[in-house]
């Protein structure tokens, strides 16, 4: 029984907090138009934690990838400013986050700096080259392509409701792409099963054969992409970049991915489990807004919630301890 | 003296039987080994005696009155001491403060009495031989000997007034004590001992190494299936009858016989020259079996370890006709397979199925050309792999860290065996690993062999070196001094080759 | 008994949500549920705004649900879609609407009105509430203009990049140009990435090198604070403080308060009545859920001159 509680609390947990706003919200909260507006809310959140998943699954994180967020999306409104072509900027801005994520990999993988240092360092560069190249100021108006924002309220028809069309929103799609991508690196791929072992063991991985140093880098390269389109897709959202906009993705991510945690049998991140964190702080976002609940509370609860599912798994504390 | 006795002392696990009538009696003045092979029950006897288990049924008398455990307090009152082989200690605090741990610190005017402390921490080192250690070095700073050592001195150290009416320790329970302890580090261990027992303390060790028992212990008890089998007088007594008494089979039995091999070689090394190593030269022969001895720091593991390129070398390595990769990852794909010395923390990935750390080297093999896993061809391969091995384990998903020391052993071989490897190395390759499972472990290299894989085995059992190797190359500080036929070597002649001109 | 502890905390915050949310419902059931979103809420003005609105809120027995996302705007389009479905009778923004356009959306969607509190103008909003940026830069280039008895020398700093600011030059220039012995000498561009009073004062010094009779230079009109501090700090350095150069900004922050007070150079400044805006945004969403229909869409509250008479206050 205690067992049984260990392995499926927090999963049972998380439907609970759904079943909470259900009855509190009969008629607004299990609406087809609210679960499509939660996921168009949680995509650049589902991308940023999803890519974080890559590193935690080595047993590195990153820190950076909220100021790269907003890097990225500094570096393509600057372009745009410029009269760069659409593609051609955003193509800059994403290669700028693997660069990025690859600076974060060299410095843990080949020279040994602790992730925490490492990705605490870039955090501050990026953010400073950020203000750098905005000149400190929010890009807005005419200088974000139409094409952008019309991307961003676009969707694929799926029927109406009432007498508003339905639409599966375009950064849901994003967010759904990315996702089935790492979760097909992740779970389906030799390269997924190495990240997983040098995970487990890092010294025992190298001497079976994996290439540590390489694919380590690798998954900060693949962190760096998700951040820096998480980046794009907040700008396409709010048509418009400032140097600050993208910083809250982070500690969210990294919550997300340690709820997930708490879901899977062997206390590991995993994809699926990360979406699931994600859509728990997207739910109590969301249900505890329609609830008037103080926004300062919200936070409060979170983190509370947080806490409670982590305890309650005991992962945090048995992933520690076996490695 | 003080005179422990353990009688008829029973426990079970749910259905399975731990103890069953277990015995033992240590008295004060002597050294007495504990064998037997895993799940004998030698760790459920001993957590019984430091309160971390309840016996069944059974009796424990201390000079004959009845003794009441069940607690460690209980247990460190009584006078017992554990000291286990992966020691709890602070690496950044001194020394002198590791040993006071458990102990109050001397204090002058209500502030810590430095200079009481160090002195104090340097008499109880003193009186154990280990004056060497500097009381106010980092416990980080000292090898995994000299850490215990220090551990042991801790129980050295006077009770305080306040607690006066415990009695002082007098009997001390190593558990596999040498485990990571280099040749020199173990023999000044044994001079602690032989110290601890010349003070009239009685020690309880637990050990694999039949040649740390044979020379250390005065008496012998041998538990087989949770049952006492016998105690021995270790004048009276031979290897072959203690592992008689354990496995129930002659020692002659525990070593296949030697197969030929054919003359091709596999693998030539030239010029050999790795941090450790210099003008190592050697030619391994299809099918054979070539054993690595030497002293501790000699050379053996690290010569493994250039070859599968986790040693930065120079030197001329060739494989079949092709250069030796200088990474591991080279040297896998090129059909070389590792076994390292280091299980836990080289070897296997503790927390995860114990089917990932098999397929972990040949996942290459084991995907389309896409790179997408072919989820039914590993588990197939992991199958078949765990019954090549004789694996005891519920299932593929079973996390390595709760198997035996041997059967992790036999996850790290099981992945060796996959794809036929040209070249097996193994590092120490039944060190910590109980009588049973060693056979089997024997027998798999002999079959590798005689397939055609040509096997380095370094070890320090030399006993092992001359039962399944065909040749023995002896090291001696970073080079070969020679390099023996097995036929007609007696252990006697190894060793002394091993000491060389030392000797 | 750990995990039963542990368990129990989760549980327990399920049932303290449960306690909030029937909380929450109780409160809305009387009232009009009225959501505040903004990014800013810390920001100094943003709060005296906020307060106004929910002091004039709690008189007409409103439900006031303020909502700060800290700063991330993306969140303030994510819940003014969820204060759109849980159907709130109106929403009221501190952001700027054009990076909130899938917000207004969903509120034109779920036919809830949405108002600016110094927001800036958009046709989905019905009405901004806001100071009138043409009337507080009339304000001072006229004071600037009477006081050098409509003669002589002007020095203007603006900025033409940021619309609001536009606005003011674009006012100053007309009143400049309706007086024909009032000369503009330069029209300065400051580099605003310090601030702007630095760099103002470096391109002021220039100007005072350049123009070294006294009398040559009558008055400095500036668009904002910080470049009239940082003109004043050049005067003073110069030495020239005793020529009776006027000094002019617009917003009225202490530290131009404190300059305006000390009686020297800088002669005034235009306040903004940051209560008066959240007043009369609550005073206007009570007119529309009355169903008034508002003719303008943008609503001015009355700015106040700050000279040395009244700098204190």
């Known amino acids: ?323 | ?503 | 008994m750990l995990s039963n502890l542990t368990r129990r905390g989760f549980a327990g915050s399920l049932v303290l949500a449960t306690a909030i949310s029937t909380l929450g419902q109780a409160a809305w059931a009387e009232g009009e549920k009225i959501a505040v979103i903004t990014p800013y809420l810390s920001q100094p003005g943003t709060q005296f705004y906020v307060e106004a609105f929910q002091a004039r809120a709690k008189e007409l027995g409103w439900e006031v649900n303020v909502i700060d996302t800290a700063g991330d705007v993306a969140a303030v389009i994510s819940r003014m879609e969820d204060v759109a479905t849980q159907g709130a009778d109106a929403i009221v923004l501190n952001v700027d609407p054009a990076q909130v356009g899938a917000g207004l959306d969903a509120a034109a969607a779920a036919n809830i009105p949405v108002f600016g509190m110094d927001a800036g103008a958009d046709p989905r909003i019905k009405a901004n509430i806001t100071s009138n940026g043409y009337a507080m830069a009339a304000e001072t280039s006229v004071y600037v203009a009477n006081r050098i008895g409509g003669a002589g020398n002007v020095v203007m700093f603006v900025f033409d990049a940021f619309p609001p600011v536009q606005v003011r030059g674009a006012i100053a220039d007309a009143v400049f140009k309706n007086h024909p012995d009032i000369t503009v000498l330069d029209r300065v561009t400051p580099d605003v990435s310090d601030g702007g009073i630095a760099d103002s004062r470096a391109k002021m010094e220039a100007i005072l090198q350049a123009n070294p009779e006294p009398g040559s230079i009558k008055a400095v009109w500036a668009a904002w604070d910080q470049p009239a501090l940082g003109a004043l700090q050049a005067i003073e350095a110069a030495g020239r403080q005793n020529e009776g150069i006027v000094i002019t900004g617009i917003d009225a922050n202490p530290q131009a308060r404190d300059a305006i007070a000390a009686g020297g150079n800088f002669e005034a400044s235009v306040a903004q009545d940051f209560t008066g805006i959240g007043t009369t945004t609550a005073d206007t969403v009570a007119r529309v859920l009355k169903g008034e229909e508002l003719k303008a869409n943008v609503i001015y509250v009355p700015t106040k001159l700050v000279t040395a008479a009244n700098a204190k206050e």
């Not at chain 1, 929103?169 to 097909?184: D, E, K, N, Q």
């Not at chain 1, 054969?209 to 951040?227: D, E, I, K, Q």
């Not at chain 2, 980092?138 to 009695?167: F, H, K, N, S």
Request: a positive charge; one cysteine or more; proline letters at 4%.
């Open chain 2, 1 to 503: 003296m003080p005179h422990l006795r353990v009688t008829d002392l029973e426990k079970s696990f749910g259905a399975a039987r731990a103890l069953d009538r277990a015995a033992l009696d240590l008295r004060g003045g002597e050294v007495h080994a504990l064998m037997g092979e895993n799940g004998a029950g030698k760790s459920t006897l001993i957590r019984i005696l430091a309160g971390l288990e309840q016996a069944d049924a059974g009796r424990v008398t201390l000079d004959d009155v009845p003794l009441r455990l069940g607690s460690p307090d209980a247990a460190r009152a009584a006078g017992f001491r554990f000291l286990h082989q992966e020691l709890h200690v602070i690496p950044a605090l001194g020394v002198a403060e590791n040993m006071h741990l458990s102990h109050p610190y001397p204090l002058r005017f209500g502030l810590v009495d430095w200079p009481a402390l160090r002195a104090a921490a340097a008499k109880a080192l003193g009186r154990l031989g280990a004056g060497h250690i500097d009381p106010s070095a980092p416990m980080g700073e000292l090898g995994a000997g000299d850490q215990m050592l220090v551990r042991i001195a801790a129980t050295l150290l006077p009770e305080p007034a306040t607690r006066a009416t415990t009695p002082a320790p007098w009997a001390y329970v190593f558990d596999e004590p040498t485990a990571s302890l280099t040749g020199d580090e173990a023999a000044r261990l044994f001079a602690a001992i032989a110290r601890l027992k010349a003070d009239g303390a009685g020690i309880l060790y637990v050990s694999h190494r039949m040649d740390e028992v044979m020379a250390l212990a005065d008496r012998i008890t041998v538990l087989r299936d949770g049952a006492h089998v016998a105690t021995r007088n270790r004048a009276v007594t031979s290897r072959d009858e203690i592992i008689h008494d354990m496995t129930g089979r002659a020692m002659a039995d525990l070593f296949p016989p030697h197969v030929r091999h054919a003359d091709e070689p596999v693998l030539t090394v030239r010029d050999l020259s790795a941090p450790g190593l210099s003008g190592v030269g050697f030619d391994l022969a299809r099918g054979e079996i070539l054993g690595l001895a030497g002293l501790s720091g000699a050379g053996r593991g690290a010569v493994l370890r250039a070859l599968i390129g986790d040693l930065p070398r120079r030197g001329h390595l060739n494989l079949d006709g092709t250069d030796l990769a200088d990474t591991p990852a080279g040297a896998w794909a090129q059909g070389v397979a590792y076994v390292p010395r280091e299980r836990r923390s080289q070897g296997v990935m503790l927390a995860r199925a114990l089917g990932e750390t098999i397929a972990l080297p040949h996942l290459a093999r084991l995907s389309t050309r896409f790179g997408l896993l072919r989820h039914r061809a590993q588990a197939a391969l992991v199958r078949h792999l765990a019954h090549e091995v004789r694996l005891k384990a519920s299932g593929p998903a079973q996390p390595v860290a709760e198997l035996s020391g041997g059967n992790q052993q036999k996850v790290l071989f099981a992945r060796a065996l996959a794809g036929q490897p040209r070249v097996l190395l193994l590092d120490e390759p039944t060190r910590g690993v109980d009588v049973g499972a060693k056979f089997d472990i024997y027998a798999l290299i002999r079959r590798m062999a005689e397939s055609g894989t040509g096997v380095i085995v370094a070890s320090s059992d030399l006993v092992e070196l001359i039962g399944l190797c065909t040749r023995v190359a002896v090291m001696d500080r970073g080079r070969i001094a020679a390099i023996l036929p097995t036929e007609g070597l007696t252990e006697a002649a190894l060793l002394t080759a091993c000491y060389g001109k030392e000797g």
């Open chain 1, 1 to 323: 029984m205690a067992a049984f509680v260990k392995r499926y609390g927090s999963l049972f947990g998380m439907l609970a907090i759904v079943v909470v706003f259900w009855i509190a919200l009969p008629d607004t909260f299990m609406t087809a138009r609210n679960l499509l507006n939660i996921s168009q809310q949680v995509a650049m959140l589902t991308v940023v934690a999803v890519t974080m998943t890559l590193v935690m699954v080595t047993g590195d994180f990153d820190l950076s990838v909220g100021s790269m967020a907003s890097l990225a999306a500094v570096v393509a409104a600057v372009l745009f400013t410029r009269d760069w072509p659409l593609g051609a900027a955003l193509a800059v801005a994403l290669a700028a986050g693997v660069a990025g994520g690859i600076a974060n990999g060299f410095l843990v993988a080949v020279l040994g700096i602790l992730p925490f240092v490492a990705t605490l360092a870039t955090l501050t560069m990026f953010s400073g080259a950020a203000f750098v190249f905005s000149g400190g100021k929010t890009i807005f108006g005419r200088d974000i392509p139409q094409a952008l924002s019309d991307f961003a309220r676009a969707g694929l028809p799926l029927g109406t409701a009432g007498d508003k069309p339905l639409l599966l929103p375009a950064l849901t799609l994003v967010a759904l792409g990315m996702t089935a991508l790492v979760w097909l690196l992740l779970e389906q791929t030799t390269y997924g099963r190495r990240l997983y072992a040098i995970g487990g063991n890092a010294e025992a991985a190298r001497m079976a054969g994996v290439r540590v140093r390489l694919l380590r880098l690798s998954a900060f390269a693949v962190t760096g992409f998700g951040a820096s389109l998480a980046g794009l897709m907040y700008m396409a959202r709010v048509a418009s970049a400032n140097p600050v906009q993208g910083d809250g993705l982070m500690l969210s991510a990294i919550a997300a991915v340690f709820l997930g945690m708490t879901v899977t049998r062997d206390g590991q991140p995993h994809v699926l489990a990360t979406v699931a964190g994600v859509l728990t702080l997207g739910v109590l976002d969301n249900g505890l807004t329609q609830l008037q609940v103080d926004s300062y509370v919200r936070q409060v609860l979170v983190g509370a919630i947080i806490l409670a599912a982590v305890s309650s798994s005991a992962i945090g504390r048995k992933a520690l301890r076996l490695r």
